[in-house]
């Protein structure tokens, strides 16, 4: 397994089977192009078989943070250790970037999601809502 840094809309359309929907260009440019993002590819054999996104967030009285946006392994790639492997490379990038820590919010009943994290070394900091704002912009 090989864990590259995506630097190109090519490398992330490449990846798209692994989100959510299809990887638009203009997302990808604006992905890539905003300070702070970034998204790593774990590939098997030269194919994508996961990837993991992260966010920077600061703060002016807390610093710096990174957000484990999402992170996705192929079914056929699943129980290898490549989302450990991808939230660990993360924590790295985290680490060399000054972040004084990384999180990810993950539903509680999502036990492949959370055991993979605690293998990464994520703790349980307790039980939080998120409540979200629909908005039609594109």
């Known amino acids: 397994m090989d ?4 630097r190109n809309t090519a490398e992330l359309t490449a990846a798209e089977s692994l989100f959510d929907g299809p990887a638009r260009p203009d997302w990808c440019e604006r992905f890539l192009a905003a300070p702070g993002h970034l998204m790593l590819i774990a590939y098997v054999d030269g194919v994508p078989a996961g990837v993991v996104s992260g966010v920077e967030m600061s703060h002016p009285d807390k610093g710096t943070e990174m957000c484990l946006y999402e992170l996705s392994v192929d079914e056929g790639y699943r129980r290898r250790g490549i989302g450990r ?19 990810v919010g993950v539903d509680t009943d999502n036990e492949a999601a959370l055991a993979t994290y605690a293998s990464a070394g994520a703790r349980d900091e307790g039980v939080f809502a998120m409540r979200g704002w629909p908005l039609d912009a594109e």
């Open 3 to 6: 864990i590259r840094r995506a």
């Open 85 to 103: 492997a991808l939230a660990l490379a993360l924590a790295d990038e985290a680490q060399a970037r000054g972040c004084y820590g990384m999180w």
